[in-house]
Structure formats: structure tokens, C-alpha cells
Nanobody, 116 residues
Framework: QVQLVESGGGLVEAGGSLRLSCAAS????????MGWFRQAPGKEREFVAA????????SYAASVKGRFTISGDNARNTVYLQMNSLKPEDTATYYC?????????WGQGTQVTVSS
């Protein structure tokens, strides 16, 4: 199995930046990629960004494209989400996930709150 732990959330003003981190442990060699999702109160979980360890361009939700950047380390043990130009609508609990055939593993989440 794979364990994921997010960190880096907090309270920021609109227009500010945060950098989220996700540390993976366990059978990380089974992971084909990692990504970020978020869930606001009363809303369904939504996709934010993802990377594939096999290569190719990262993917982003339209709502964050141009503002957020996902990246990972060479050991495939850490993934980051650089969040710039934050908006109040970005307020949510952000979850790190790892996939093989689907999104199999999830972290506990880290809270991001953007004030207006």
C-alpha cells in the first residue's frame, strides 16, 4: 500500500500564494502518477492537477490552469502544488492522491482558505 501526507495549507489573502507538499511512503513503485483534488464544504470533490511518472505534460482543471503548477521529485515520493493568484473560490480541503489503474490512495487533506 501507499501512504500519503499533505502539508502546506493555511490562510492567505486573495492574490497570494501557497505551496502544498505531499509525501508518499510504502509501495510507491506501484504508483503510475500522482495528483491533487479539492473539496469545498457542500461540494463534491473535484480534480485540480495531475502528473504521470511515464512522462508527458501535467494536466490541470480549467479553473486553475495558468495559476497552479504541479511537480514531483525524481524518486516519485513527493508531489508539490504551487498555487499562485489565489481566489476565494479556491478555498477547500486539498487532497493528494496516487494512482495505478485509478486513484487508489489518498492523503488526509490540508485546508486552504483564501480571504477576500
Amino acid at each position: 500500500q501507499v501512504q500519503l501526507v499533505e502539508s502546506g495549507g493555511g490562510l492567505v489573502e486573495a492574490g497570494g500564494s501557497l505551496r502544498l507538499s505531499c509525501a508518499a511512503s510504502g509501495r510507491t513503485s506501484s504508483s503510475q502518477g500522482m495528483g491533487w483534488f479539492r473539496q469545498a464544504p457542500g461540494k463534491e470533490r473535484e480534480f485540480v492537477a495531475a502528473i504521470s511518472w511515464s512522462g508527458g505534460l501535467p494536466s490541470y482543471a480549467a479553473s486553475v490552469k495558468g495559476r497552479f503548477t504541479i511537480s514531483g521529485d525524481n524518486a516519485r515520493n513527493t508531489v508539490y502544488l504551487q498555487m499562485n493568484s489565489l481566489k476565494p473560490e479556491d478555498t477547500a480541503t486539498y487532497y493528494c492522491a496516487a494512482r495505478r489503474f485509478t486513484w487508489d490512495y489518498w492523503g488526509q487533506g490540508t485546508q486552504v482558505t483564501v480571504s477576500s
